[in-house]
């Protein structure tokens, strides 16, 4: 939370924590509450719940969510704030960022499932006992956060610095990365641990890429 008060201001960033893990947690409280969703529940493996809700789940949705949407804001623009404006943009940008969130769920949620036992499917589907519409929910969740985000933060002013460090910009990116690569190591079968260095290797390898480009075209 403080590289994103350093990155953004701390207007932006208690908007995008507020947004980002409010949501989460509303509509994660009516799917455990109503049948919005195939029907699920979570252990009490990920510790203290509140509604049916693990505490931890709103963190970490504003963490991923955060390290996501810098990762596009550089593999689209080059920079880690994209402040152009346009409505079909902001569609654009909304979902490319929750298109490079949810792949992160291709192995998450089978480990978590089947491994760690945090939640249970009360309806199992065809991929690893996880129902498809689960990465249907993930995109739409995603979606949603990101188009209110970005919406909202036009009604703030510009904040953090003008040229922000680029060791500091890429840490967001370099994380992204390594959670993708952790994938190799989660165990799973059918060789699935290797899809997320692939799917999320290839966004952060693109947003690197941009920031590499912008670096070498300040030296020029």
Same mark, same amino acid.
């Given at each position: ?22 949501? @989460? ?21 990920? +510790? ?10 709103? =963190? ?25 404006? #346009? ?37 199992? +589907?065809?991929?690893? #006992? ?29 904040? #953090? ?6 060791? =500091? ?13 952790? +994938? ?10 290797? =899809?997320?260095?692939? @799917? ?8 690197? +890429? ?6 070498? #075209?300040?030296?020029?």
């Amino acid at each position: 939370m403080s590289h994103s008060a350093w990155l953004w201001g701390w207007r932006r960033c208690l908007l995008f924590f507020s947004v980002s893990a409010g949501l @989460t947690f509303v509509l994660e409280a009516l799917s455990l509450a109503t049948d919005l969703a195939t029907p699920y529940y979570y252990t009490a493996v990920l +510790g203290p719940r509140f509604l049916g809700v693990p505490v931890i789940i709103p =963190l970490g949705w504003f963490t991923m969510l955060y390290l996501s949407h810098v990762v596009v804001n550089l593999m689209v623009d080059g920079h880690p704030r994209c402040e152009r404006r #346009g409505h079909g943009r902001t569609v654009f940008l909304a979902l490319l960022t929750a298109l490079v969130m949810s792949s992160w769920d291709l192995t998450l949620d089978p480990y978590m499932v089947q491994i760690v036992k945090a939640w249970v499917w009360l309806q199992p +589907g065809g991929f690893l #006992g996880i129902p498809f519409a689960n990465y249907v929910s993930w995109l739409e969740l995603t979606f949603i956060i990101c188009l209110c985000y970005r919406v909202a933060q036009g009604g703030l002013p510009e904040a #953090g610095p003008t040229e922000p460090s680029r060791a =500091l910009v890429a840490l967001p990116v370099i994380l992204y990365g390594l959670i993708g690569l952790s +994938g190799c190591f989660v165990g799973l079968a059918g060789g699935l641990a290797v =899809l997320p260095p692939f @799917t999320m290797g290839i966004a952060a390898l693109g947003a690197l +890429g941009r920031l590499l480009q912008q670096s070498e #075209g300040g030296e020029a």
